[in-house]
Nanobody, 121 residues
Framework: QVQLAEFGGGLVQAGESLRLSCVAS?????MGWFRQAPGKEREFVAS????????NYADFVQGRFTISRDNAKNAVYIQMDSLKPEDTAVYYC?????????????????WGQGTQVTVSS
């Protein structure tokens, strides 16, 4: 099982951008980003296929986030633009079991430690 480490969280104002990075200790299949706000369950944000050619997003993203990957670096990224206060959460990188992207928590077997994203109004 690969180890995952996220980077890039922080405090920004509404409307600003952040780019999160996740580096894996080895090769991965699909990769995903999930988030968990205080008092809420972990929810799907975005995922990308092993090849990087397919991606899917949660409805609330509404074109504001872009997931990408660099397989040569064993890394996955999420560019988050037009951030809103409701995007405040701990963001987790996840390593998938399959090649195709998935929004299901159960299709992932590796998780990073999370990185805090705070968006002020």
């Amino acid at each position: 099982q690969v180890q995952l480490a996220e980077f890039g969280g922080g405090l920004v104002q509404a409307g600003e951008s952040l780019r999160l990075s996740c580096v894996a200790s080895g090769r991965t299949f699909s990769m995903g980003w999930f988030r968990q706000a205080p008092g809420k369950e972990r929810e799907f944000v975005a995922s990308i296929s092993a090849s990087g050619h397919l991606a899917n997003y949660a409805d609330f993203v509404q074109g504001r986030f872009t997931i990408s990957r660099d397989n040569a670096k064993n890394a996955v990224y999420i560019q988050m633009d037009s951030l809103k206060p409701e995007d405040t959460a701990v963001y987790y990188c996840a390593s998938g079991l399959y090649s195709e992207p998935s929004s299901s928590f159960y299709d992932y077997n590796g998780w990073g430690q999370g990185t805090q994203v705070t968006v002020s109004s």
